[in-house]
């Protein structure tokens, strides 16, 4: 079989778009993932909101709107903001434009859309390197090896594999620990936290702390606890993230969600389940640009990885969008053969990203110290009254 025009690395968002959107366009792509199966999903981030000017868009010109309709929440939109103390400043309808998504439902849409052999599931990538011939020769953790690809994409997240045939950037800790936990319909603190949340999402700051919920497709709720911690506060051996009665101990203690939050958030702490660690890394903005190297390009977290704002999965996908159509731009002046075409396309989408990415970066950094303030949530509320968005009364929980 003749090897594809295109090698993708990772089925994450970035990945998964572009695959759907060459097989639209009828370019050969493979794309490798490092999960064993599609059965395999990490649960990690709960759920995306896919914006109209950017995800959605990719969505569209994958052809998958009606697929992605099924699975979308148009009326998850509420947002709300609360300090600790239980009063509430904001209570915001964003609109239709941000549907969320569960990140295993957005994943489900695109494998039903990317034929079965398409994807080679268990290949984690281990390193890339250059053959005799200068061209790029993957190497996964099975030993096998693959090349002769016109381009290699690397779609590989934050930890990109692919990212050092083109810069030797690390990425940083910012200083934030997201700990992850779910309650579910079942918990006996459910019905409050519903009435609280509702099918949106909601933050409560406070100093140096930020809890978020979030509705999820299957009803239940993701509570993520953001606290700022030393990066190895998961791996130094001092928090077992298994003990859930532990970790609850550990998070109510004064040092973090402590006795001066309001007892109706600490209750949603005492009764959380499924706890897990997610630090947040980013790479410096000015990162993001990069002499060309011809044959390999990122897309999405291993471009421009960033702390959360809101955007990570819209840009990723926004990226694949205009990679396959700088490609599909280039197809008659025969980028299959001609270097040059093919450096011009890859050039053309890198441009354009560069900049959005760089963007993308400083609007998470930026929103990150907002959040995560010494007097949050009073920067929070600014930024959004800065916004327009109305802000509340203040009023006891
Ligand atoms: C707490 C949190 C909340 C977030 N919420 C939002 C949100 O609401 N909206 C939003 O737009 N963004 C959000 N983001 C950002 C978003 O998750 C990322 O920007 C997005 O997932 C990036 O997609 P990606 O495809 O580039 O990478 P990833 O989603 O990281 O996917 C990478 C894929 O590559 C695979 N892979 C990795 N290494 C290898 C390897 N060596 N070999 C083979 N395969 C490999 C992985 O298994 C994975 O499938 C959030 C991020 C965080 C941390």
């Not at 490092?34 to 990690?44: E, L």
């Not at 709960?46 to 995800?55: C, K, M, P, W």
């Not at 998070?251 to 706890?275: K, Q, V």
Request: glycine letters at 12%; proline letters at 5%.
């Amino acid at each position: 079989m003749a090897t594809p025009s295109i090698a993708i690395i990772g089925a994450g968002p970035s990945g998964l778009a572009l695959a759907r959107l060459l097989e639209c366009r009828g370019i050969t792509y493979v794309l490798y993932e490092r999960d064993a199966s599609a059965a395999v999903f990490d649960r990690t981030g709960g759920t995306l909101d896919i914006h109209a000017s950017t995800g959605q868009r990719a969505i569209v010109e994958g052809g998958l709107l009606a697929a992605f309709a099924k699975y979308a929440r148009y009326d998850a939109s509420t947002f709300r903001l609360w300090d600790r103390h239980g009063t509430q400043y904001i209570q915001h309808e964003r609109g239709s434009d941000f549907p969320e998504i569960d990140r295993g439902d957005l994943r489900r849409i695109y494998l039903d859309a990317i034929p079965e052999g398409k994807i080679r599931w268990g290949m984690g990538l281990k390193r890339v390197g250059r053959g005799e011939d200068g061209e790029p020769v993957l190497e996964f953790a099975d030993g096998t090896t693959a090349s002769g690809f016109r381009l290699v994409v690397g779609a590989d997240g934050a930890w990109s594999k692919v990212r050092s045939l083109i810069n030797d950037v690390k990425p940083q800790y910012c200083g934030i620990h997201i700990i992850e936990s779910r309650i579910s319909p079942t918990n006996s603190v459910y019905s409050q936290v519903q009435s609280r949340v509702g099918k949106g999402m909601m933050l409560i700051g406070g100093p140096n702390q930020m809890i978020t919920l979030q509705n999820l497709g299957d009803e239940s709720y993701r509570m993520y606890l953001g606290v700022r911690v030393p990066a190895d506060f998961a791996t130094a051996g001092q928090v077992d993230f298994a003990d859930t009665e532990g970790m609850r101990a550990m998070c109510l203690s004064n040092a973090f969600f402590g006795d001066d939050w309001a007892d109706e958030f600490r209750a949603y702490i005492r009764h959380a389940t499924d706890f897990r660690p997610w630090p947040l890394y980013h790479i410096p903005p000015a990162s993001v640009a990069w002499d060309p190297v011809p044959g390999v390009t990122l897309v999405g977290d291993a471009a421009h990885l960033g702390p959360p704002s809101g955007e990570g999965a819209n840009f990723a996908m926004t990226d694949a969008l205009y990679l396959a159509d700088q490609l599909a731009e280039q197809q008659n002046a025969g980028w299959l053969v001609d270097d040059e075409a093919r450096d011009r396309a890859v050039r053309g989408y890198e441009v354009e990203m560069f900049e959005r990415g760089a963007k993308l970066i400083q609007r998470g950094v930026d929103m990150t110290e907002v959040f995560y303030a010494g007097d949050s949530p009073r920067p929070t509320v600014e930024l959004f009254r800065g916004k327009g968005v109305p802000v509340l009364e203040e009023k006891g929980a």
